[in-house]
T-cell receptor
Framework: DAGVTQSPTHLIKTRGQQVTLRCSPK?????VSWYQQALGQGPQFIFQ???????QRGNFPDRFSGHQFPNYSSELNVNALLLGDSALYLC?????????????FGPGTRLTVT | AQSVTQLGSHVSVSEGALVLLRCNYS??????LFWYVQYPNQGLQLLLK??????LVKGINGFEAEFKKSETSFHLTKPSAHMSDAAEYFC????????????FGTGTRLTIIP
């Protein structure tokens, strides 16, 4: 049973560019949440998708957007990249439809903005 | 609003000694509480969770935590530290329904002294 998978593993972008990160949830899960973890910090919630809609959003600008597909996989898009966007981006999946409280995390995508 | 405070960004214990990692939370509603562990260059792994019911919660790898409402605490303990316990530990609180966003503390880096 595959867990949460994310791609790519590492990414280097230049300021002003756009980036797309991808996440496939754990089998049986229907909800995907995205977190940003800056170096030496705890993860910060970006947003959560359920039934292809954004259900919750953290304190992140509109440059951060997402999408959830019918197969429950998800994308995180960041436009107009800033140096401060350099971080580990974590995807977590859960089973909101089943009332499960546990979020399972993927290995993350390390984004470096130069 | 919810928040988590982890006391001690770095904790060192000798192999075989008691591990105690402190977490205090603030929540306007009954909290759902979690401890996650993060090994270098990896995602987060759930150690244990408190939802409702028994206040002493047992998790994986010999860890346990006790929910103390009067002290708004959820400290993580392990009777005997192993070298493999060296990692970053995060305490987190979730929303009203338990499957919403996670709010993390800043983390505690645990070092095991041989």
């Amino acid at each position: 049973d595959a867990g949460v998978t994310q791609s790519p593993t590492h990414l280097i972008k230049t300021r002003g560019q756009q980036v797309t990160l991808r996440c496939s949830p754990k089998s049986g899960h229907d909800t995907v949440s995205w977190y940003q973890q800056a170096l030496g910090q705890g993860p910060q919630f970006i947003f959560q998708y359920y039934e292809e809609e954004e259900r919750q959003r953290g304190n992140f600008p509109d440059r951060f957007s997402g999408h959830q597909f019918p197969n429950y996989s998800s994308e995180l898009n960041v436009n107009a990249l800033l140096l401060g966007d350099s971080a580990l981006y974590l995807c977590a999946s859960s089973s909101r439809g089943r009332g499960s409280y546990e979020q399972y995390f993927g290995p993350g995508t390390r984004l470096t903005v130069t | 609003a919810q928040s988590v405070t982890q006391l001690g960004s770095h904790v060192s214990v000798s192999e075989g000694a008691l591990v105690l990692l402190r977490c205090n939370y603030s929540s306007s509603v009954p909290p759902y509480l979690f401890w996650y562990v993060q090994y270098p260059n990896q995602g987060l792994q759930l150690l244990l969770k408190y939802t409702t019911g028994a206040t002493l919660v047992k998790g994986i790898n010999g860890f346990e935590a006790e929910f103390k409402k009067s002290e708004t605490s959820f400290h993580l303990t392990k009777p005997s530290a192993h070298m493999s316990d060296a990692a970053e530990y995060f305490c987190a609180v979730s929303g009203v329904f338990g499957n919403e966003k996670l709010t993390f503390g800043t983390g505690t880096r645990l070092t095991i002294i041989p």
